[in-house]
């Protein structure tokens, strides 16, 4: 069966960074894309960013409200995905889901399985 | 990027009433559409993809269908489990955008 877990929320300071963690389990991770999406309180669903898997260069793309600011990432051997969240706003206050990306066989992708999620805060 | 439009944003209904959710998108992206629902409280799940593939184990009371930039979901018959929020998502781009949601809930 397949698990995201994501970790890493927390009460943060306008500006300042975090790092958000997902483990999975259940599937070949090294295989699959991974991606990350929010929710701010009472809002609905955000893309936030992709990467896809190390045989495509684990390359990455983001949402522009996020692109020069938060880096998706990967390490195959623990099963993780990462978010790194840098200068922090108000904004990007949501649960942030991890999310399994998969393929549908028609050369695109859907969002097969999701984490519970982590609750991020930004507030002063 | 591409721009998801939804309607509407709410409706009310009862169990056993058929429903239809409209999804558009601002430019032609043929049948790269995925509906997911999420239920109060937890994460979301995918319905369909391909704008018309029912996912695995999902009811076959959930019907889509559509192509370019207009798409329908469809519920034949809403059963209690059903009353969250439903979302559309392109997958043409990889810059994969959702709609803004659609909330069902108990007239």
């Known amino acids: 069966e397949v698990h995201l877990v994501e970790s890493g929320g927390a009460l943060v300071q306008p500006g300042r960074s975090l790092r958000l963690s997902c483990i999975a389990s259940?599937?070949?991770?090294?295989?699959?894309?991974m991606s990350w999406v929010r929710q701010a309180p009472g809002k609905g669903l955000e893309w936030v960013s992709f990467?896809?898997?190390?045989?495509?260069?684990?390359?990455?793309e983001y949402a522009g409200s996020v692109r020069d600011r938060f880096t998706i990432s990967r390490d195959d051997s623990k099963s993780t995905a990462y978010l790194q969240m840098n200068r922090l706003t108000i904004e990007d206050t949501a649960i942030y889901y991890c999310t399994r990306v998969s393929p549908d066989g028609a050369g695109s992708y859907i969002f097969d399985n999701w984490g519970q999620g982590t609750l991020v805060t930004v507030s002063s | 990027d591409i721009q998801m439009t939804q309607s509407p944003s709410s409706l009310s209904a009862s169990v056993g009433d058929r429903v239809t959710i409209t999804c558009r998108a601002s430019?032609?992206?043929?049948?790269?559409l995925n509906w997911y629902r999420q239920k109060p409280g937890k994460a979301p799940e995918v319905l369909i993809f391909g704008a018309s593939t029912l996912q695995r184990g999902v009811p076959s009371r959930f019907s889509g269908s559509g192509s370019g930039t207009e798409f329908t979901l469809t519920i034949s018959s809403l059963q209690p489990e059903d009353f969250s929020s439903y979302y559309c998502q392109q997958s043409f781009s990889t810059l994969f955008t959702f709609g803004p949601g659609t909330k069902v809930d108990f007239k």
């Open positions: 990467i896809r898997t190390e045989a495509y260069g684990a390359t990455t």
């Open positions: 430019e032609d992206i043929s049948t790269f």
């Open positions: 259940g599937f070949t991770f090294a295989e699959t894309g």
